[in-house]
Structure formats: structure tokens, C-alpha cells
């Protein structure tokens, strides 16, 4: 366990076992929600959302293994933030607020942008069938790069399991799909 900072932000899931060894006087703040918390807002999710949700995020085991690293400006927003669901919790509801929901995915969208600095997929770790077709149109006059091992290789997806992927993402083979396209 490494020395921590004021600013040290720790993602847990019920699931998780933690523990923490104090040597000095701290600080800790708890934003405790359970995954019926954001089924109940929905209807308040932004669509950038869909494809990482706090849920995704929460589980991934890659942020559980590194320290994300903030810009000192996304250290305040954090601060900030935290802070505002703390002075909103002594008046009002947390668990029923639209507000406090959005201030708790600012949260998110802190961890995602450090994850992304970070190369770290927040996602399902399997791309969109729209970035999987770009990559293919951008490179179909580079065979090396469109063989099955590099595309793969590229998504971070086992290229055992890429053709079942491809075809259950587009109804047709990996193979089929770039003899059509260059002969189109």
C-alpha cells in the first residue's frame, strides 16, 4: 500500500474486501449507493453513459489495480464535488435527487477521463461495431493490419473469440464481410 494523498479517490463495490492501515490523523469521506440507485435514475443518464456505466466502471478490475492520476484542475473538481453532495446531504433527500445523481456522475466522468489517459477501457472492453468498421475501412489497403490476429490484437479482444464476435455483431464472417467491402 502506497502513501496516500488528500485527494485519493477509492472505488469499492460491495463485493470488494478492503482495508485501510491509518498511521496518522484522516479524512474520510463515504458516497455509499447501491446499483437499484442508479436503475432508479434513468431517466436522467446521459448517452455517453450507456457504454460505461458507474456500475461498469465500479467493476472493472483494471482501475482497481492502478492509481489514477489527476491534473491538479480534476483534483479540485473532485474536492468540489465531494463536497457539494456532502453540504446537499445535511438538507435534503440524497438518495432521491436528481442533483446529487448528476454531481455523482461528474465523479464518474473524472474516473473515465483519467482512465482514458491512461489507455484503461472503461467500457465492456469490446468496441462498437461503428469503431470496429472504421478501423477496417481506414486500413483495407494494408492487409498486415486487417489480419484477424492484428484487429484483434488492436481491441484488446482473444483472437480465438473475434470471428464468433464479428459474426454475431454482423451476421456474416470476418472474412466475408472484407471481400465485400473491397470488392464494393
Known sequence: MGILDESDLFIICPQDQHYFEITKSTHFTFIKFTDSYFAGHKMNTPDALILSTPESIMSNKLLKEVKLKMEESYISILRNTVENIVAYNCRKDVASSPLVYYQIL???????????????????????????????????????????????????????????????????????????????
Open 106 to 184: 461528474s465523479i464518474f466522468g473524472l474516473i473515465r477521463e483519467a482512465a482514458a489517459k491512461l489507455s484503461i477501457r472503461i467500457d465492456d472492453g469490446q468496441p462498437e461495431k461503428e469503431e470496429l468498421i472504421s478501423y477496417i475501412h481506414q486500413h483495407i489497403y494494408e492487409p498486415s493490419l486487417i489480419q484477424v490476429k492484428n484487429v484483434a490484437a488492436h481491441f484488446n479482444i482473444a483472437t480465438s473469440y473475434f470471428s464468433d464476435y464479428f459474426k454475431r455483431k454482423f451476421a456474416m464472417s470476418y472474412r466475408e464481410y472484407v471481400k465485400s467491402y473491397r470488392l464494393n
